[in-house]
T-cell receptor
Framework: DTEVTQTPKHLVMGMTNKKSLKCEQH?????MYWYKQKAKKPPELMFV???????INESVPSRFSPECPNSSLLNLHLHALQPEDSALYLC????????????FGPGTRLTVT | AQKITQTQPGMFVQEKEAVTLDCTYD???????LFWYKQPSSGEMIFLIY??????QNATEGRYSLNFQKARKSANLVISASQLGDSAMYFC?????????????FGTGTSLTVIP
């Protein structure tokens, strides 16, 4: 199984809503990542979890809250988002933090109204 | 400072021809890794090829090869025998192994269109 799954595929939410994005992998990878990608731009790294501990937080606003309940799961909790947060949110995993070969999920297209 | 530079916003190639996508990088760390990813319009990022800074030989994966010129700090992607399905955005990326930990950088991407 070399797949990273993400749910939901699409999400529309209001600025007062609370929602969560989910990412799952069963490759035994110990590093997992959240990226934000705006149209026609490269992905921007948001968070990195290594062995279920938060290793990197790229100065992301607190309205984005990551959670890694176990080595296979990664969540991104969303609260009080702004319209400019509308983007494709990509999850990735790699064998470990030192390995750059990241496997990406299909992404969640988020629209904040 | 820009760590990864892709100077070709858009490229066109005839089907069955070869194409080179340029990538230059900037790091003073001796240990690093270079990657190429493909992103079709569907949005999913697909890993294509990896080159480690200590690798002696250029990486190859099927129709993809990485032309690694360490002294020039370039890591160009060569796609041979282009297919219509190769039309996508291509990103060059680098993992830098710094003293404070690993950092990842993506270039701005090159949009490749394969013409029948």
């Amino acid at each position: 199984d070399t797949e990273v799954t993400q749910t939901p595929k699409h999400l529309v939410m209001g600025m007062t809503n609370k929602k969560s994005l989910k990412c799952e992998q069963h490759m035994g990878h110990r590093a997992m990542y959240w990226y934000k990608q705006k149209a026609k731009k490269p992905p921007e790294l948001m968070f990195v979890y290594s062995y279920e501990k938060l290793s990197i937080n790229e100065s992301v606003p607190s309205r984005f809250s990551p959670e890694c309940p176990n080595s296979s799961l990664l969540n991104l909790h969303l609260h009080a988002l702004q319209p400019e947060d509308s983007a494709l949110y990509l999850c990735a995993s790699s064998q470990d933090f030192a390995s750059g070969k990241q496997y990406f999920g299909p992404g969640t297209r988020l629209t904040v109204t | 400072a820009q760590k990864i530079t892709q100077t070709q916003p858009g490229m066109f190639v005839q089907e069955k021809e070869a194409v080179t996508l340029d990538c230059t990088y900037d790091t003073s760390d001796p240990s690093y890794g270079l990657f190429w990813y493909k992103q079709p319009s569907s949005g999913e990022m697909i890993f294509l090829i990896y080159q480690g800074s200590y690798d002696q030989q250029n990486a190859t994966e099927g129709r993809y090869s990485l032309n690694f010129q360490k002294a020039r700090k370039s890591a160009n992607l060569v796609i041979s025998a282009s297919q219509l399905g190769d039309s996508a955005m291509y990103f060059c990326a680098m993992r830098a192994d710094t003293t404070t930990g690993n950092q990842f950088y993506f270039g701005t991407g090159t949009s490749l269109t394969v013409i029948p």
